[in-house]
């Protein structure tokens, strides 16, 4: 069974860069045909995609996001990270990494990670 | 964008209820749907996808119906650990966009 697990900093201060890193156990992250996403969710508050990339390194971002927002793939450590620049206290949620899988309806995610809580303060 | 307006944003019921939750989308997503159910302190947990697929794993008294710009997701009978939140997400296109969510509180 696949297992995504987010490690990273807890807390990060204004104006740096929020670092996070999906490690993937259970399967490879260059097999099959799947996109790796990364989605946050603000304390009391709905789900906000934040992107996605192939095991290629193809991207796609929220454009609301995209100026400030890198997701990079290491297939050697079966790991996909996000880099978020600029954060604000408008950042701080809980971010959730995800395995996206393929139906004829599109590509939707099957499995999340538990998430692990970002706060940005000084 | 792709606006989803989910409805009703909480409800109250009772065990062995029925109960059915609303999205829609501001433009019609072909049933590319999916339903979540998120209790506190945890991620989202897959129901279904292409609107009416039931996810592995998941009971049948979930169901969900619906094309073009409205979708529902059904609980037939509600059971004790059904008490949650509900999340609809499209993903029609890239940019991805989830309802505001459903509160299911016991009466």
């Known amino acids: 069974q696949v297992q995504l697990q987010e490690s990273g900093p807890g807390l990060v201060k204004p104006s740096q860069t929020l670092s996070l890193t999906c490690t993937v156990s259970?399967?490879?992250?260059?097999?099959?045909?799947?996109?790796w996403s990364w989605i946050r969710q603000p304390a009391g508050k709905g789900l906000e995609w934040i992107g996605r990339?192939?095991?290629?390194?193809?991207?796609n971002y929220n454009p609301s996001l995209k100026s400030r927002v890198t997701i990079s793939v290491d297939t050697s450590k079966n790991q996909f990270s996000l880099k978020l620049s600029s954060v604000t206290a408008a950042d701080t949620a809980v971010y959730y990494c995800a395995r996206l899988i393929y139906d004829t309806s599109g590509y939707y995610p099957d499995y999340w990670g538990q998430g692990t809580l970002v706060t940005v303060s000084s | 964008d792709i606006q989803m307006t989910q409805s009703p944003s909480s409800l109250s019921a009772s065990v062995g209820d029925r109960v059915t939750i609303t999205c829609r989308a501001s433009?019609?997503?072909?049933?590319?749907l999916a339903w979540y159910q998120q209790k506190p302190g945890k991620a989202p947990k897959l129901l279904l996808y292409a609107a009416s697929r039931l996810e592995s794993g998941v009971p049948s008294r979930f169901s969900g119906s619906g094309s073009a710009t409205d979708y529902t997701l059904t609980i037939s009978s509600l059971q004790p650990e059904d008490f949650a939140t509900y999340y609809c997400?499209?993903?029609?296109?890239?940019?991805?966009?989830f309802g505001q969510g459903t509160k299911v509180e016991i009466k």
């Open positions: 259970g399967g490879s992250i260059s097999g099959g045909t799947f996109f």
């Open positions: 997400q499209q993903y029609y296109n890239t940019l991805w966009t």
């Open positions: 990339i192939y095991s290629s390194g193809s991207t």
């Open positions: 433009q019609g997503i072909s049933n590319s």
